[in-house]
Each structure stands twice: as C-alpha cells, then as structure tokens.
C-alpha cells in the first residue's frame, strides 16, 4: 500500500500535524522500530505477528482444508479475531467466483442462527470452528447448535468439520477424539492480528484463493519497515494517525472506496479499538463505505466537530461499466460517463471537500483488490497499530476490560458467584416508558 | 419504546448529567417540544416528517406496488435516505418468510454492481428507483444500468419498474411518459427523515409486511411526544444524548442486541451525523452489533477515552434455541442454556461492566422486533434527534456540507468549470511509497 499524509499536514488541516512534528515524531518512531524488531526477532507476545508472512505455511492449510472433501457451502464459526479477518479476505476476493459460499456465524442471535441454518442445504457445507482456547462461550454454543442442525439433516459432522484451535482445550481435544481435520494458532499471536495465520486463511483456502499471493503481498509489505516514518506506508498511517488523535482527531473514519473492502473496515475497527483503547487512550474508529456514506456521514466529517481523521482506501483500478445515455437534460454531466468514472470523481471530490474545509484525511492507495495488496493492506494496518501503540505506550496485545463482562456472564448463567453478577442486580434506573 | 437513561446520571458515570442538571434541561424540553408541535402544525420542512403516521397512506403505497405483478426479487436502487429506511424495515422484518429478496444498490462500485446483476434472475425482479429530485447522479446511473441489464436480459423493464419521486424531474417525467406506476414522496420529508412515508415503505409492501402495524406504532410512539423528558421515551434519549455530548461524550455507539436491527443502525448513524453534524456540532454515531462487538469495540468503550456514550437496543423477547449439552468441563455453565439466555446473560454483562468502569449508557427496549415496535423505534429515534437538533440550535433538516463535492463530483465528470475542480488539481501530497 502507498499512503498520502499530505492531507494531515497543519498546512491543510485542523487539527494537523507540522512538517517539523513530523520530524521530531520521527525519532520515537525509529526507537519504536527498534524495539518492534526485538518483539519479533524475540517472537514476544503480539509482535511475532508480524512474522506471519514467512511462517504461515500455505500447503499445511490446504492439506487440512482437504480433508473435507467438495464444499460448495462453509460455515465458520468463531467471534472477533476468529472471524473478522477471514470474512474479510473473503469478502474483499469474492469477485472470483469460487463456488463456495460463505457463512460467518458471529452472534449467538437464537433467531439469525436458526434462519440461517434452515436456509443452507447442509449436504454440501462444512464448519470451520475457531477458538483459541476452545472454550469461547459464543463459539463453542454456536458450533454445538450447527453440529445438532448436521446431525438432525443426516449429515456425519465429524467428516465435515476442521477445528482451528491452539494445542490444548476442549476444540483440540474433540479433534483427536474424533480424527478432524485440524490447524493450529500459532503462539503469541492475539485474534486480532491472526488474519494471515490459520485464522484468516483456512477460509480462503476452502475458496481457493492463492494464499500464496496473500503472504507474498503480507512479506513485501513487511519488507518496507524501517527506522522512519517518511520510508514506511505503514508507519507513516500509524504516526500520523497517533499525532492527530493527540491533536484532538479522537475519531477515525475508515472509508474505503469500494464494497468489497466493507469487511475490513470491520477488521480495522476491532484491530484499531481493541488494541489502542486502554488507560484512557485509544482513537475510536467508524466505519463507512464510500460513495455510500457521502450521503450519511460526510456532513458530520466535514461540518461536525473538528475531532475527526477521515482514512480513505482506494483502489487505483477501477473497473469502468458505461452508463447508458439517458437523454436527460438535468444529467447531461453522465453522458459519456462510466460508473466506475463517477466512483473515483466522487472520491476525488470528498478527499478535496474535507481538505478544503480543513479536515484531516489520509489516502491509503492499492494497485487493486487482490489477493497480493490485500495482504499488504492487512499487514500494513497490523504494523501500523503495533506502531501506534508503541507511541501511545500501551501493549497492544491485550484486551483486559472485557474480562469483567465474560465473569459477569458467567455468573448470570449461574456458574460462579460473583461480584459482577451481583452488581447487575444493583443497576441504576431512571425508566421513561411509553 | 421505553428507555432507561440511569446509567447515564452522574451518579454511576463520567460523563454524566445529574438529576438537577436534567430537570433544568427539562424547561429546554419544554420550550423545544413547543416548538416542534408548531412546525408540525404548520408542516415546516423537517417537522412534517412527524406527521407521517396519521398522514401515509398504506393502501395508495399497496395499490402502486400491485402494478408490478409478481415479485421474487426486488431491486431498490437509490442513496442515503432513499435506501437506508427501505433496508432497516425490510432487514429487521426479515424473519418472515416472505418469498422476496430485497437488494439495495446505494453504491456505484461497477464490480459489485455487475456481480449483482448477474446473479439475479431478472425475470422475476422488479426496480423500485428511489430519488426525491430524480437526477441523484449515482441512483441516476444505477437505474440506467439496471434498466439496460433488464432490456439485455429481454424483459420489458417498463412493466416492472416503480418510481419513487416528488412531483416533478426527470423521474417523474419518465414515469408518465411509460405510464410506470409511482409514488411520491411528500413535501417537507428530507430522505433521512423518510422511513415511515412511501420511500421506507414501498419495498415492505412488496414483501408483504403489515404497513398498518408499523404507521400505528409509530402513531403510538408520537401520541408521547410531551412537553417532559420524563414523560417521552423518545425526547428522554435525545435530551440525554445532548447533555452528555456537552459534557464529553462526543461518541454514541449505537449497539442493538439483535442482528435484525443491524442496518437499523446504520440507518440512525445517517440520522444523527447528518442532522446534528454542522457549525462545529453533533455526535459521532458508531455502529456496533451486540455480542459480536464486544469481541470487538467493548475494550475502547470500557477503558478508552471517555468520550463514548453507549445505546443498547435490546428486543424483552428472545427466542431461546437450547445449546446442546456437550459434557465439557470448562462449558459447564453453558449446560442447560440456550443461545438466548445467553444473548441475554451477555448483554447484561456488557451493560453492567460499562456502568462498572462508570461508561455512561443507556438502554432502549422494545417488546420484540416486529412492524409495531420498529415503527415505534424509527419514530422513536426521528423524534429524538428532531428534538437534539433544537437543543442544539441547529437545522437538522440540511446538509449543506455535501454540496461542494457534488459541485466538484460535476466540476471533476467536466460538466462544468468550477472552483471545486480546481481545488482538486492542487491537492498538497506527501507520499510513502511501498
């Protein structure tokens, strides 16, 4: 990916960051650098993440994924970390037709779970369970709820189903029992940053897209890390990103131009507020989708407070598809125009509205969707926020705040006493009924 | 819909508003409700949106529709708030079985356009094209693609197009001149503000849902407008969203605890944004999906900035769906629930755990998701930003801020020379190149 931080200079936007901060940021970025490159050489916790692009091994995933035999139907089953990034790769790469349909059962919804199972034919459809730990609440019921639903169908879900888990828990132990088909998490690599492992792939193997290609574009971008800002794309994101949040851009709208991309700003929302939101810190992302939200959001961006950083994607190539004349008086600008002309006008036309406005924005720019940027991207945001994280001086590779509500779950469900559940029973109401 | 707004006093968070502090803002109610009454009285632009239940009439909506002969898909083809209420009614009533497809082109993406298409058998289809001026340039183009994809696959897209317009302009126009059946869209009712008229509407009768039920629980809903926060669900949620931006929570995540209203929420992130989001002012709207999100955003909200008030909006019915029992220690508080009970374990969790770390929310619930209770909630959260707005002392009913990309969007297809355009060519650029 290249980036353009031309957008968030002081000399264009408020909040913006100077020329000269830029230079002295730069200083903490080579410290960061530094010991980002220990993290990893050391294979620390979260920081050997960013190994991923020379150790996933390809061939061990699609030698598990073909244990399964046809799938003309997957169905993944995991939350967060363990869903986010491999419905983001297949949604970004499902212009190719692979013939595999795609499910990503998220929610424990009992409503969406049920509708969602009485419309697949499950003779053709496999599971892929993700959990680390294989004891994740929502996975776990979810994947006892599909295996009952291939059961009631007729179907034998022990020759349908591939189990990605860490080397120990109940998922592991269910694989051996049951000779399943199984790839492992690698250690020190948080859900989150776990697009280009196991994680994220096994569905994309199933589709058939080139893992290869994804990694490759994963290494170049992990090739381009370096001791400054003003040498790396991804680098340059994270400070810049960091710089403006300290400026008073507390938010970041992640908006890229194109819907196949809709998935990922999901991707970056967690990867963003998981990893920086801490100790009072963290910059909060929202996602939008251009040209969509030009007609939602974009008033607030360019006319709101002045708190927000806009962060476009976009795609160099763009497919054209000519728009029929119309005749029309009042669309005479049309004439001659194709849809994908109108795209990269309108996104030319925001990008220049907030800057004229003197709102920050960045323009992150692929090639194309493809399996090789789309690797870069991924890795290249993964750098960016453990860039970012360094600056803020947060560990980035933990997410201590939602454990209060996993005991308090718990304790609702009448597995534990506890102090959490307890205090549901103390809230404060203020009720207005209609 | 009924709202608790106790974990929003001050008393449990911070940001929050005390009780004197609400009472006060109370007399601003007051004085605002009147206001609101006389605009809707004299149907000013914007307040006679609120009218729309007691004044659109389902069987002139039904009557259009019947034109159409069958329909096994339909294909809504509009932008902003010509889609967004369309989809959230038609997405949250989903679960009904009713022998329609519904898909909404509200992006000129050429390569998801053209997949779409051709993954659609457009014999049965039909077209609803959805613009109040008729020359909306991207639903402009849209339907001049869709109309051509319809004539190459030999179907007569004259006998299956509905337009959904105002009085006059180019759609207008092409309805008399192919006699196409039409509805139109009321004066006084900006897009974002249109759910509950023909343009949220048309698609839901298509599908066959209870228009009388949703237009009479919205009724219910405006029969508590009063001149009280404490009497109003509705002005209740926006009076305190209000207070708690002036006091810091410049964020509102808007969480629903069921993926019914997923695109509910990003129908009330263009609500907020683009009628709060001028002269410095307004609240960043986020979406968020319960549980899923709290693998996700919950860490930024319970230990970021404080800077997030957090909605939950959370159906009392939940369907239960047993998990069943797998005989594993480390699920064994699972054993025995359901997908439903843990829903619901969960969400009181995550309520409990922000009002924990003193995270100002507040809950909305209804009785369930169905036609009623959703007209109430649209009218519900309308009324609430009308009343936001007047708090404020901003017109929410414009959006002046997207006119300078439109001009530039025209200025950049080379329809007109314009200053815009200009500003484009002269982007500062600071690039990082891969």
């Given amino acids: 990916m290249d980036v353009d931080i031309g957008n968030a200079l002081a000399s264009v936007a408020t909040p913006g960051v100077s020329r000269t901060a830029l230079e002295r940021l730069d200083e903490r970025v080579g410290s960061a650098h530094e010991r980002i490159q220990t993290g990893r050489a050391e294979r620390e916790h979260g920081y050997a993440a960013l190994n991923l692009p020379d150790e996933t091994d390809p061939d ?5 994924t073909t244990a399964l035999g046809d799938v003309e139907t997957l169905i993944t089953v995991g939350i967060g970390g363990s869903a986010l990034g491999a419905a983001t790769i297949t949604d970004a790469l499902r212009s190719r037709d692979t013939g595999v349909e ?3 059962l998220d929610n424990v919804d009992p409503a969406w779970i049920r509708a969602t199972l009485e419309s697949l034919s499950l003779e053709s459809a496999a599971i892929n369970v993700v959990s680390r730990s294989g004891t994740t609440a929502e996975t776990l019921a979810n994947f006892l709820v599909v295996r009952e639903a291939f059961e009631a169908a007729g179907v034998d879900w022990t020759t349908r189903t591939l189990v990605t888990t860490g080397e120990s828990g109940p998922l592991a132990a269910l694989a051996r029992e049951h000779g399943l088909p199984a790839v492992s998490i690698p250690d020190g690599v948080p859900g989150r940053f776990s697009a280009l492992s196991a994680v994220g792939l096994v569905a994309a193997a199933i589709c058939g897209h080139d893992l290869e290609a994804i ?4 290494a170049a971008e992990a090739d381009t890390l370096a001791g400054s800002l003003f040498e790396c794309p991804a680098y340059a994101y994270g400070a810049v990103a960091y710089a ?3 400026r008073g851009a507390t938010v970041n709208a992640m908006m890229p131009y194109t819907e196949s991309l809709e998935t990922y700003a999901e991707w970056y929302a967690q990867l963003w507020a998981e990893s920086l939101g801490k100790d009072g ?5 929202v996602r939008a989708l251009g040209v969509t939200d030009q007609h939602s ?3 607030l961006y360019r006319a709101g407070p002045r708190n927000t ?5 976009k795609p160099r190539e763009i497919p054209a598809y000519p728009i029929p004349m119309a005749g029309i008086d009042e669309l005479a600008h049309l004439e001659g125009a194709s849809l994908g002309g109108l795209l990269e006008a309108e996104f030319e036309a925001t990008e ?10 960045v323009r992150i720019e692929l090639e194309r969707v493809d399996a090789f940027e789309l690797g870069g991207l991924l890795y290249g945001m993964e750098a960016a926020c453990v860039l970012a994280g360094e600056l803020y001086g947060v560990d980035a590779f933990t997410q201590p705040a939602v454990e209060w509500a996993k005991r308090a779950t718990r304790g609702q469900l009448g597995a534990e006493e506890s102090a959490e559940a307890a205090a549901i029973e103390e809230k404060t109401t203020l009720r207005i009924e209609r």
Same sequence: chains 1, 2.
Avoid at 60 to 64: D, L, Y
Avoid at 281 to 285: E, F, K
Avoid at 309 to 313: C, D, E, N, R
């Fill in 102 to 104: 795609t499910y990503f």
């Fill in 281 to 285: 810190l963290g910059q909060t992302p």
């Fill in 215 to 218: 990694l490759e574009g994963a």
């Fill in 60 to 64: 061990e995933i699609r030698a598990a």
């Fill in 297 to 299: 959001q974009l008033q």
């Fill in 352 to 361: 220049a509205s907030l800057a004229a406005a003197g709102r920050p924005n």
């Fill in 309 to 313: 950083l806009v962060t476009f994607v």
């Fill in 244 to 246: 403006l949040d300290s």
